[in-house]
């Protein structure tokens, strides 16, 4: 079975939740921003968590994998 949900900074995040996947690290230059370099990962309601671009490379894997209802190595969840 395919996967449902995904892990992102300790949250299990359900797949059908995620809006859009930034492609680029977040930068703005503020001296006080705790995710320089993090990719934003935007959820329904205007929410957001914020991914590793490793989590980033395996939440896109996992959305390929569930799209396709492919099974999914989990070693990086």
Same mark, same amino acid.
């Given at each position: 079975?395919?996967?449902?949900?995904?892990?992102? !900074?300790?949250?299990?995040?359900?797949?059908?939740?995620?809006?859009?996947?930034?492609?680029?690290?977040?930068?703005?230059?503020?001296? !006080?921003?705790?995710?320089?370099?993090?990719?934003?990962?935007?959820?329904?309601?205007?929410?957001?968590?914020?991914?590793?671009?490793?989590?980033?490379?395996?939440?896109?894997?996992?959305?390929?994998?569930?799209?396709?209802? !492919?099974?999914?190595?989990? !070693?990086?969840?």
């Amino acid at each position: 079975m395919p996967p449902v949900f995904c892990v992102i !900074d300790d949250k299990s995040i359900p797949l059908y939740r995620i809006m859009w996947i930034s492609n680029l690290p977040h930068f703005c230059g503020h001296d !006080d921003c705790m995710h320089e370099g993090d990719y934003e990962v935007r959820l329904e309601q205007d929410e957001s968590v914020w991914a590793s671009r490793e989590e980033r490379n395996g939440l896109l894997q996992t959305i390929e994998a569930w799209q396709n209802g !492919d099974e999914l190595d989990e !070693d990086w969840r």
